[in-house]
Protein backbone atom coordinates (compact mmCIF):
# COMPACT_ATOMS: atom_id res chain seq x y z
CA UNK A 1 0.00 0.00 0.00
CA UNK A 2 2.36 2.41 1.19
CA UNK A 3 1.86 6.07 1.38
CA UNK A 4 3.18 9.16 -0.93
CA UNK A 5 4.19 12.70 -0.61
CA UNK A 6 4.76 14.43 2.60
CA UNK A 7 3.44 12.70 5.52
CA UNK A 8 5.32 9.17 4.96
CA UNK A 9 8.67 11.71 4.34
CA UNK A 10 7.92 12.75 7.97
CA UNK A 11 7.44 9.36 9.54
CA UNK A 12 10.45 8.29 7.26
CA UNK A 13 12.57 10.52 8.51
CA UNK A 14 11.42 10.25 12.41
CA UNK A 15 12.51 6.84 12.08
CA UNK A 16 15.64 7.49 10.79
CA UNK A 17 16.35 9.87 13.32
CA UNK A 18 15.37 7.30 16.10
CA UNK A 19 17.56 5.02 14.91
CA UNK A 20 20.42 7.72 14.50
CA UNK A 21 19.33 8.47 18.39
CA UNK A 22 19.33 4.82 19.44
CA UNK A 23 22.95 4.42 18.04
CA UNK A 24 24.21 7.37 19.67
CA UNK A 25 22.85 5.95 22.94
CA UNK A 26 24.68 2.36 21.90
CA UNK A 27 21.36 0.65 20.65
CA UNK A 28 21.21 -1.40 17.46
CA UNK A 29 17.67 -3.04 17.40
CA UNK A 30 18.96 -4.40 13.68
CA UNK A 31 18.91 -8.09 13.37
CA UNK A 32 18.74 -8.59 17.24
CA UNK A 33 17.50 -12.15 18.30
CA UNK A 34 14.74 -13.01 19.88
CA UNK A 35 16.10 -12.76 23.88
CA UNK A 36 17.09 -9.05 22.82
CA UNK A 37 14.06 -8.14 21.31
CA UNK A 38 12.07 -9.18 24.39
CA UNK A 39 14.45 -7.43 26.52
CA UNK A 40 14.09 -4.19 24.65
CA UNK A 41 10.09 -4.39 23.98
CA UNK A 42 10.32 -4.81 27.92
CA UNK A 43 12.28 -1.62 27.96
CA UNK A 44 10.16 0.43 25.96
CA UNK A 45 7.09 -0.64 27.54
CA UNK A 46 8.59 0.64 30.90
CA UNK A 47 9.69 3.47 29.49
CA UNK A 48 6.53 4.15 27.97
CA UNK A 49 4.24 3.57 30.83
CA UNK A 50 6.36 6.00 32.98
CA UNK A 51 5.98 8.41 29.76
CA UNK A 52 2.02 7.60 30.52
CA UNK A 53 2.64 8.57 34.31
CA UNK A 54 4.19 12.43 33.61
CA UNK A 55 1.53 12.91 30.89
CA UNK A 56 -1.10 12.10 33.28
CA UNK A 57 0.68 14.66 36.15
CA UNK A 58 0.26 17.15 33.32
CA UNK A 59 -3.41 17.10 33.40
CA UNK A 60 -5.30 18.04 37.13
CA UNK A 61 -6.05 14.43 37.55
CA UNK A 62 -6.71 14.56 41.60
CA UNK A 63 -9.94 15.85 42.23
CA UNK A 64 -9.32 16.50 46.07
CA UNK A 65 -6.40 18.92 45.09
CA UNK A 66 -7.19 22.64 43.79
CA UNK A 67 -3.03 23.92 43.53
CA UNK A 68 -2.96 21.04 40.20
CA UNK A 69 -2.75 23.37 37.00
CA UNK A 70 -3.36 21.84 33.57
CA UNK A 71 0.35 21.94 32.30
CA UNK A 72 -0.15 21.40 28.50
CA UNK A 73 2.90 22.69 27.39
CA UNK A 74 4.44 19.07 29.37
CA UNK A 75 1.33 17.12 27.50
CA UNK A 76 2.61 18.30 24.33
CA UNK A 77 6.72 17.39 25.57
CA UNK A 78 5.33 14.08 27.28
CA UNK A 79 3.55 13.16 23.90
CA UNK A 80 6.67 12.91 22.34
CA UNK A 81 8.88 10.98 24.00
CA UNK A 82 5.61 8.53 24.31
CA UNK A 83 6.32 8.75 20.24
CA UNK A 84 10.24 8.45 20.38
CA UNK A 85 9.83 4.93 22.32
CA UNK A 86 6.73 4.27 20.06
CA UNK A 87 9.26 4.19 17.18
CA UNK A 88 11.93 2.09 18.62
CA UNK A 89 9.90 -0.28 19.98
CA UNK A 90 8.39 -0.72 16.20
CA UNK A 91 12.07 -1.14 14.74
CA UNK A 92 13.07 -3.30 17.62
CA UNK A 93 9.78 -5.58 16.22
CA UNK A 94 11.75 -4.89 12.95
CA UNK A 95 9.03 -2.36 11.41
CA UNK A 96 9.59 0.44 8.75
CA UNK A 97 7.89 3.73 8.46
CA UNK A 98 6.19 2.07 5.54
CA UNK A 99 4.90 -0.97 7.87
CA UNK A 100 3.76 1.21 10.37
CA UNK A 101 1.90 3.09 8.01
CA UNK A 102 0.42 0.19 6.44
CA UNK A 103 -0.45 -1.81 8.93
CA UNK A 104 -2.34 1.96 10.43
CA UNK A 105 -4.72 2.15 7.63
CA UNK A 106 -5.31 -1.88 7.76
CA UNK A 107 -6.06 -1.69 11.81
CA UNK A 108 -7.87 1.69 11.42
CA UNK A 109 -10.19 -0.07 8.39
CA UNK A 110 -10.95 -2.74 11.04
CA UNK A 111 -11.52 -0.09 14.04
CA UNK A 112 -14.33 1.14 11.28
CA UNK A 113 -15.72 -2.00 10.40
CA UNK A 114 -16.12 -2.71 14.52
CA UNK A 115 -18.28 0.23 14.79
CA UNK A 116 -20.17 -0.29 12.04
CA UNK A 117 -21.30 -3.71 13.06
CA UNK A 118 -21.69 -1.65 16.83
CA UNK A 119 -19.15 -3.88 18.49
CA UNK A 120 -20.87 -5.58 20.43
CA UNK A 121 -18.39 -8.52 21.48
CA UNK A 122 -14.65 -8.68 21.12
CA UNK A 123 -13.25 -10.43 18.24
CA UNK A 124 -9.59 -10.02 17.82
CA UNK A 125 -9.58 -12.52 14.61
CA UNK A 126 -10.58 -9.67 12.57
CA UNK A 127 -7.20 -8.05 12.93
CA UNK A 128 -4.69 -11.29 12.66
CA UNK A 129 -4.46 -10.16 8.81
CA UNK A 130 -3.03 -6.75 9.89
Not at 102 to 110: G, L, S, T, W
Amino acid sequence: MGASGGVMDKLTRIFEMQEELNARIGVDLKGIDEEEQTKWILNYTRAMQQELAELTDSVPWKWWAKYQEFDKQNAKVEVVDLFHFLVSLAQTLGMTADDVFDAYIAKNKVNHERQDSGYTEKNEADSRHI
